[in-house]
């Protein structure tokens, strides 16, 4: 492994992650998170002092190692228990239907297998449960979009794998999601890498 992967990217991951413009995403996913949760990708754990009184564990899957160790230091900072599960999302290792709520924000451009990550989160979901999300991705502007198919294959080498134009809708539909509320438009910042997706889904 790389001294970049390794070291170097996960603190640049997490300042990105810092942006204040990120932060009224957060807080609104986060809020809607009830029951036990897993959250998709945790990172260095920005999401964990968030959750609330409605949410009983926050399960945090994360495939870097070097992450999670950055993730122990924020838990105690949460009122919530918080477990820890170093795995990848196209292979979740949880029962069928063992938690009330799937939380994404800003991971589904990384994930190398989006359709099979959202099959398994679709899978753990109990029935009546949710997905919420925010992610950055393919925008609905032609002239964009033409920029983020050019960026996406240096973007990817540079971003730990980071996906500049995935459908975002697309996908959580094709994946047997039913999407029952979703705001889009651009945050500041370049248009290529600031079209969001923000909502919430159940599976059908």
Known sequence: MSFYTDRVFPRLC???????????????????A????????????????????????????EPGARMIALARRKSP????????LEASAEE???EGGSVDT?????TLCTIPHAPAALAEMRRVLRRGGRLLFV???ASPDPRVRRWQDRL?????????????????RELIDASGFQIERIATGYMPGPRPITFMSEGSARSR
């Open 152 to 168: 996406t294959p240096a973007w990817k080498m540079l971003s730990g794998g980071c996906h500049l134009n995935r459908p975002v």
């Open 14 to 32: 997490d300042l990105a992650m810092r942006n204040r413009h990120l932060a009224p995403y957060r807080r609104r996913v986060i809020g809607a």
């Open 34 to 61: 009830e029951g036990r949760v897993l959250e998709i990708g945790s990172g260095s754990g920005l999401n964990l002092p968030l959750y609330g009184e409605r949410v009983r564990e926050v399960i945090a899957l």
């Open 92 to 94: 979740i290792p949880l």
């Open 102 to 106: 799937v939380v994404m924000t800003w």
């Open 135 to 137: 992610e950055h991705g």
């Open 77 to 84: 900072l949460g009122a919530v228990p918080v477990a820890f």
